[in-house]
């Protein structure tokens, strides 16, 4: 006779893994976990590509799978940065439109300085990478100019949501516009000049499917069932086209709705942010960072590099360069104007954040050297060394502005009384 079920023993399954997943969704949203996990994974790259188990790293990278007659047999490498990182782009759009539609950004004048910024941005990193690298004579590195161009969204929030607890939150807005213009002004770069072939029939194709997906988020349509599909075939189209398949996440995003009876761009947001953050992104830098030094001795070697040297120098002195004093001319001499809650300094540390570059300008470095490994290994080691040289650099700055935001909070709360009203706008007690 056999036993009945023991009904108390606990089940593999239980009404918790939901809740359990809603948690770690909230904590792949946080900024600075997913700059964690993306320096995780370029970190583990890193030590793999250069440990005695190397040839399986490429092995996997280069690894292909796809359909050939949809022109989608990739390597594991590609799908990562065509595929994974339109997600992203897409996330992007969809904040970048939040913050112009409903955000601070809807005042002209306030957005034209982080947008000229930008711009300012992109145009000194690539003048010293160029005039570098002509005076070195070695014209045939000009094809790289764009790599030190591009803003890295999450590492650079990420290190400023660690060391934010008291600079205003306009800075983070300020960054953030920056960081997106510059990256959808390198995604328009790397359609236009790394693109070997342009096929105009995909390319006016994919026009139909975004129309269709703005359609349907603007009459309200939700179902997975339906959007998905469409941003895949406007993805599959764009790849197909010759231009980066990213572009078609970014204007996606764009269709959708911020205001009225239909408004998804901050439910998609939410949802989609967890799998950019703990998945796309940290999966494209794991395979875009893995590059083989060659120990102290080839790391050394290849700083003497004019390619490495230009990249470096862009990141490091032209972001803050550029985008500072963009910024400070155009406010000087227009009506733009700067929030009333920064200071100068405040715009200085966030220009040295700036030249945190990482997803796009590895993106950019791989079509550039895509026929040469060594230049293409200078240029990862170029973007990872200035990244983390601008980084701390931008944290001395910031750190100290910190510190003078939180002794001004400490006063104006020691000032409050119970009520919470300054002591300064209370009466004198005679």
Known sequence: MTSPPDRTRPRLLTRTTWPEWQRVSELLRAETVGGALLLAAAAAALVWANSPWSASYDRLSNFVIGWESLHLELSVSAWAADGLLAIFFFVVGLELKREFVAGDLRDPARAALPIAAAVGGMAAPAAI????NLFAGQPENIDGWAVPIATDIAFALAVLAVLSTHLPSALRIFLLTLAVVDDLLAIIVIAVFYTDHLSVGPLLGAVVPIALFGLAVQRGYRQWWILVPLAVVAWALAHASGVHATVAGVLLGFTVPVLGRHAAAERFEHRLRPLSAGVAVP??????AGVTVGGLSGFATALTHPLTIGVIAGLVLGKPIGIFCTTYLLARFTNASL???LAWRDVFGVALL???GFT????????????SPVADADVKIAVLTGSVVAGLLAAVVLISRNV??????ILETTDADSDGVPDIYQPRQD
């Open 354 to 356: 700036a030249g945190i």
């Open 129 to 132: 990478f160029i005039g570098i």
């Open 404 to 409: 003078v935001y939180r002794r001004i909070h």
């Open 283 to 288: 999966v494209f830098a794991f395979f875009a």
């Open 360 to 371: 796009v300008s590895l993106l950019i470095g791989e079509l550039a050297f895509e026929d």
């Open 339 to 341: 929030d009333e809650d």
